[in-house]
């Protein structure tokens, strides 16, 4: 069982790691939009390794026993 502090830390930074892949994936969606393929592919890189990183913190809390706890 994790520790309520802790478990809001880990759920604080997998959120901010969320948030992260959003804004790189939105700035993908620009570059695309605007006929520029390699910033929007090097920038969609970018959003799926942050939301891998999500997807660590998220998968660690499960495995101590704690919440998940995602922001909208």
Same mark, same amino acid.
């Given at each position: /069982?994790?520790?309520?502090? /802790?478990?809001?830390?880990?759920?604080?930074? &997998?959120?901010? #790691? /969320?948030? !992260? $892949? +959003?804004? @790189? =994936?939105? *700035?993908?969606? @620009? %570059?695309?939009?605007?006929? =520029?393929? $390699?910033? $929007?592919? !090097? &920038?969609? =890189?970018?959003? #799926? #390794?942050? &939301? #891998?990183?999500? *997807?660590? %913190? +998220?998968? @660690?809390?499960?495995?101590?026993? $704690?919440?998940?706890?995602?922001?909208?």
């Amino acid at each position: /069982m994790l520790d309520a502090k /802790m478990e809001q830390a880990l759920n604080d930074q &997998l959120n901010a #790691e /969320m948030a !992260s $892949g +959003y804004l @790189y =994936l939105s *700035m993908a969606t @620009y %570059f695309e939009d605007k006929d =520029l393929p $390699g910033f $929007g592919h !090097s &920038l969609r =890189l970018h959003a #799926e #390794e942050e &939301l #891998e990183h999500a *997807m660590r %913190f +998220y998968d @660690y809390i499960l495995r101590k026993g $704690g919440s998940v706890k995602l922001q909208a």
